[in-house]
Structures are given as structure tokens and as C-alpha cells.
């Protein structure tokens, strides 16, 4: 019975210290703040604006934006969703594009034999810049914008913005050639 009793009575003490009142609503001041930096992979001018020349021969140039995302003590933040926009975008006409229907014939021939127009978006807003994505494991967050070869001479305002504590954004601008 007596050891019963210290046993109790150390399970007490080491439950009263072990344990500090926390409460949920403050912040604690270890709490580290996420910095996200830019890699536009670009060429940048001396008034701080990027520029991407654009394919003259296709209707859209695809570029990859990429970013880290660290804590102040250097470390990745993995997961964390970030949001893009863009203030470019591009509407499509009637027609999104065909399929070709191929098979073969009686001789085992392989031949196209009919064309289907996918049609009825006219009008449908396109934007030029992906809506959100995640940083992996070591930090790095990656978004693709594809703007059009009308946009020649546009400056494309390519924002993003990310959730810590607080609303973190950032904006860079990148001139069209």
C-alpha cells in the first residue's frame, strides 16, 4: 500500500511539472515567419521589371516561374498553398479545337476518316498564369504562366500571395517582347 501510494504521488508531480498551461489564442514568440523568394528565371533591367520574349510562331509561350519558401531560420516550408494571378488573359473564339477519328479499314489499314470541331466557348476568359500551387519538401513552389503572341508589348503583373500568420504577397512584372 505504501508503494501505491508514492507511486501515485509521483505520477502527481511529475504530471503538475511536466505539464505549462498553454494558452491557444496567443502566439508563441518561437514561431517562425515564412519568406518566399523569387526565381523568375528571367533577365531582369535596371528599372526592376523582367522580360520574356515570346514565341512568334506558336500561339502561346509556356514559362516557368519558380519560388522558395523558408522560415527565417532557414529551413523549407513544405506545403504551404500559394496563390497567383496574373492582370493579362485572352478569350477563345467558337472553336477549342478538333479531334481526328482514325481506325482501320476492312484491309487493316490505318486512315483518318472524320473531324470533329469541339465548339460553343466563345468568349471563355483564359487566363495567362496558374491559380495555386504547394511547395514541396525543400521549399521550392513552381507556376507556369503562358502568355499569348497578341500580348507583344504588354507588361504581365504576376502576383502571388501565401498564408503564415498573416497574408504575405509579392508582385513582380514582366515585359512582354
Known sequence: MNILRQLILCVCI???NGCDAIDPNTQSDVENKIIMTIE????MDENGYYHLTLDRNDWQTIHRISGHLNYDDGLPAELIK???SSN???YLNDTLGYI???GLTDDLVYVSYDTTYITGFNGMEV???NQASYSNAEGEVNNMIAPVKIMVG??????????DYELNEGLIRIVLE
Open 127 to 129: 487566363p495567362t498564369s
Open 100 to 102: 481526328v477519328h482514325e
Open 82 to 84: 500559394v496563390y497567383w
Open 40 to 43: 523568375p528565371r528571367l533577365n
Open 154 to 163: 504588354d507588361t504581365m503583373r504576376l502576383a502571388w500571395s501565401y498564408y
Open 14 to 16: 511529475f504530471a503538475v
Open 88 to 90: 493579362l488573359y485572352w
